[in-house]
Every structure is written in structure tokens, then in C-alpha cells.
């Protein structure tokens, strides 16, 4: 059994920073991509950003220039720093990682419960 566990939603005003964190543990043998997903009501979910076991990044266009996605491996972790938030960036935010439970099984992915982010204008 895998957790994440996420931390560092809330409420925010326009132009401010929040910075979510989430950290997996369980039965894991190891993890290769961490990200983050988000999902407003009435839309789907969506990629926010994601992060390879190397450091390799990618981000939603909507994003870019804005939000820093970064990981310590030492401790399953990954964090996404938001700054500069827009009303438009209000949603829940989802952790998800591709977990290897054992050495004999492929990488499944695993999710958070999600955190609120709500940005007011």
C-alpha cells in the first residue's frame, strides 16, 4: 500500500504564493515521475507540472514561468511553489507518483486526496 499525502493548500489573494508539498510512503520500492494535477470544478483534471526521477520538468503552458515544480528523492517528496497566482489557478490540486511496490512489478501511478488552492481576486 502507497500514500500521498499532501499539505499547503488554503486561501490566497491574487499575485500571491503558495507552495504544496507531498510526500509517499508505504511499499515502495522506488518512484519515478512525481507531479501535480489539478482539476476546477467542471473541468477536467489536468496536468499542472511533473518531475522525472532525473530532475527533468514539464509544465502546463498556463503555468509556465510561474510555478516550480522540484522533488527530494531522499525522502519521496515532491513540491510545487506557486507564485504570482491567478483567480484562474483556483482548483484542487492533485500529487500523483509512479511507484514501484517491489522489483518484480512495473510502475503503477498513485494520487493524493487533493488539497484546495482558491485564489480571490
Known amino acids: 500500500q502507497v500514500q500521498l499525502v499532501e499539505s499547503g493548500g488554503g486561501l490566497v489573494q491574487a499575485g500571491g504564493s503558495l507552495r504544496l508539498s507531498c510526500a509517499a510512503s508505504?511499499?515502495?520500492?522506488?518512484?519515478?515521475?512525481m507531479g501535480w494535477y489539478r482539476q476546477a470544478p467542471g473541468n477536467q483534471r489536468e496536468l499542472v507540472a511533473d518531475i522525472t526521477l532525473g530532475g527533468n520538468t514539464n509544465y502546463a503552458d498556463s503555468v509556465k514561468g510561474r510555478f516550480t515544480i522540484s522533488r527530494a528523492n531522499a525522502n519521496n517528496t515532491v513540491y510545487l511553489q506557486m507564485n504570482s497566482l491567478k483567480p484562474e489557478d483556483t482548483a484542487v490540486y492533485y500529487c500523483y507518483a509512479a511507484v514501484r511496490t517491489t522489483a518484480y512489478r512495473g510502475y503503477s501511478p498513485f494520487w493524493g486526496q487533493g488539497t484546495q488552492v482558491t485564489v480571490s481576486s
Open positions: 508505504g511499499s515502495i520500492f522506488s518512484i519515478n515521475a
